[in-house]
Every structure is written in C-alpha cells, then in structure tokens.
C-alpha cells in the first residue's frame, strides 16, 4: 500500500475518485469537497491510499488544520475532545488535524466498499499511519474524526490503537425513509396522536405563513445570520463569514437546482428558513435559521422548515429519504425520523504521556444520556446503538 499526499482535487482525475467515493453521500462527492476546497475555509491535503503501479483509488482521507478561531461548532474539537487538548496544551492555538469531508453530520468513510473487509482494514491503516505522520509533522497531538456514524466507525474499530480515544457524540443524526408516494402517505406512518399534532402544525403554520423556495445563491445574506442567531441561542460559537463560506460551498458544489432555501415569510418578512440540498435520492436538510426577534410569531416554523416542507419537496421530486440532520432528536423522532448514533474518535498523533490525567467525565455523562433517552423511547432508536452502548 502506498499513500500519497495531493494537494488538491485538480490533481486527481474525476473518474478515479468517483469510483471510490459513495455515490449516494453527497459530502464524499468530488464537487463538494471541491468546492469547499476553493471556498478556502481551511488548507486541505488529500491522502490518497492505491497499490503501487495501480492508478485506481483504494481509500482516500481529507485532512484540514483546526484553529480555534474558525467559530463553526461542528468542527471544533475542543467541544468534543476539551479534556484531551486541555492536557495537551497545544501550541500557538493549534489544536490538530480534522479527518473527513467537514461536512455536517454523519461522517462515512471514503474506501473502495468493493474490498474485502481485511483489505479495507489494510487501506484505512495507512491512512491512519499517513495522517499521524503529518500531525507529527506539523507539531500537532491529533488527528481528529469527527461525527462517524455507526458504518465507518465499524470499519475504523480494528486499527484503533492504544493510545486512540473514542466517545459518543452529544447530537446524533436523524433520517426519515419515504413510505409511500406523498404528504398523506407520510402521515399514515405516524402514530393517531402525533398525526393529529402534525396537522395542526401544518395547519397553523400555512395560516399564518407563506414559503417561497429560491436558489440558495440568492439567500444567503439572508440566511446565514439567521442560522448563526439559532445556534447562539443554544450557546454554540459561530461565525457569519463560516456559514456564509459553507452556504457558498453547497451552492457552487449543487447549482441553483439543487441547493435551496426555503424562507417562511410572516406578513411580506422573514421569519425562519432551511436550507435543503438535494443529492441523487436524498434531501439533506443542512441548517435551520431564524429571526433574531422574540417578537416574531412562530407558528411551529421549525418543524415546518425542517421536516414537513422538505418532506413535501422530497415526494415532489421522486426522493427517498430526508436527512433530518442532527439536534432535537426526540422531536424529530416523533414525527418519523430514525436516531442513528454518532462517534468522534481521536488518534494520537504520537502516543499519549502515560502520566496524563484524562477527565473520562463528559464521555461517561454522554454514554449516560444516550442510554437514558433510549430506555425511555426505544422504538425511536435504530438496533445499531446496541453495539455502542
């Protein structure tokens, strides 16, 4: 096995890479890491796992520096590994390297799925090898992945090492299925009581509010302060300039047809919106935004944005699923979504000082909640958690 280092996806040919990537994920896909990569939000390098002499692509690994000072929650680590770094104490702010596309929720892994297990085990070695080799380089004391779900962090288990730490997420990602062919087939699905609550929700909402669907291109100005005033108020750090490069990336990588906003206007103004973003089958629901005024009527706007809206546009356009994302888990499992857990593993890019002190606290408190919540609703949690609780 051989593991290069690229620069940039231009130094990669379409094919090769499409025929590694999932075809199904959109943030495996070639135009969006792409054009995250020219949106500059962080240096990127690629590593490239083949056979020596053989040009096909056998497992591939983004890497991209951290810095504090990105203010974008969902790749910060010491939100996640704070106990880890505290130790550490990393120098000039630097915190390490990010594994992955930096792409939202529910990271997978990109490997040939075609290999056979031992062999897939072989190439994500490698690149585990490669990446700690570069944290080294840089002076860095991890490679962070982060937001695996159950299927890559199945795959990465076996070259875990010693000093390696994994630890469930504090969110987890939510996707609802397509039963059959509309809105009313939808509803079937979900239990006499919270139908009846839907149709309220949608009932109140379409009184009192009016959706348009543009371009995301069009709304972003719009729409990434009201994104960042959501995340505040849930005492997360983010910035406008990192939503507004994200919300960029989604539109270069999909074009107008593809990336949308959704904005629910109250009287001509708006008031919330979602961001959906279609790839093959599936409608990802990104982000959720809403007005910085606690005087806005809010006629179940969330739900509406993120759910039932997109539900409707995904039988509209012959979807199968709807990527919920992840927050308000137990919300959106009660009108149809599956919870699918999340893990964010840390690799030592060095070994870790025998002498350190690890604060397991914040890891066992997570293990707890999830184990909590999934006593109290079982039927909303997929079988996959057993494994991990």
């Not at 790749?75 to 770094?85: A, I, N």
């Not at 406008?240 to 074009?255: K, M, P, Q």
């Amino acid at each position: 096995m051989t593991v290069e280092r690229v620069p940039s996806l231009d130094d990669i040919a379409g094919g090769a890479w499409d025929d590694v990537a999932d075809p199904r994920d959109m943030f495996q896909s070639r135009a969006w890491l792409r054009a995250l990569e020219q949106s500059g939000e962080a240096p990127v390098t690629y590593l490239i796992a083949r056979r020596p002499g053989h040009p096909r692509i056998l497992g591939a690994l983004p890497l991209y520096d951290s810095l504090p000072s990105r203010g974008d929650f969902l790749y910060w680590p010491e939100l996640h590994f704070q106990d880890l770094l505290h130790a550490a104490g990393p120098p000039g702010g630097r915190l390490g390297l990010l594994a992955g596309s930096r792409a939202g929720f529910s990271t997978r892994l990109i490997v040939d799925r075609a290999l056979p297990a031992a062999t897939r085990t072989e190439v994500l070695r490698a690149l585990r090898d490669a990446a700690c080799a570069v944290a080294v380089e840089r002076g860095l004391p991890y490679t962070f992945f982060l937001f695996l779900d159950a299927s890559a962090w199945r795959d990465l288990a076996p070259v875990a090492g010693g000093g390696d730490h994994h630890r469930l997420a504090s969110v987890a990602q939510t996707e609802l299925e397509l039963p059959g062919a509309d809105f009313e087939d939808y509803l079937a699905t979900l239990p006499r009581n919270t139908r009846t609550s839907v149709r309220r929700e949608v009932g109140l909402f379409t009184r009192t509010c009016a959706t348009e669907t543009v371009p995301l291109r069009e709304a972003v100005t719009t729409v990434a302060p009201m994104i960042v005033n959501v995340r505040a108020k849930h005492g997360m750090a983010y910035s406008v300039d990192a939503v507004t490069r994200r919300l960029a990336a989604y539109s270069s990588a999909l074009g107008d047809a593809a990336a949308t906003a959704l904005l629910c206007r109250v009287r001509g103004r708006v008031v919330g919106a979602g961001v959906l973003c279609r790839w093959h089958d599936r409608l990802y629901v990104t982000d959720f935004g809403r007005l910085d005024d606690d005087g806005a009527p809010d006629p179940f706007v969330y739900f509406n944005a993120t759910i039932y809206e997109p539900v409707k546009h995904a039988y509209a356009m012959g979807l199968s699923s709807v990527v919920t994302g992840a927050g308000a888990e137990l919300g959106k499992a009660r009108r149809g979504s599956a919870v699918l857990p999340l893990m964010h593993v840390a690799w030592a890019a060095a070994g870790d000082r025998p002498d350190r002190r690890i604060d397991t606290a914040p890891a066992e408190t997570r293990r707890k909640h999830w184990s909590e919540l999934r006593s109290a609703h079982p039927r909303y949690f997929h079988p996959v958690w057993d494994e991990l609780l």
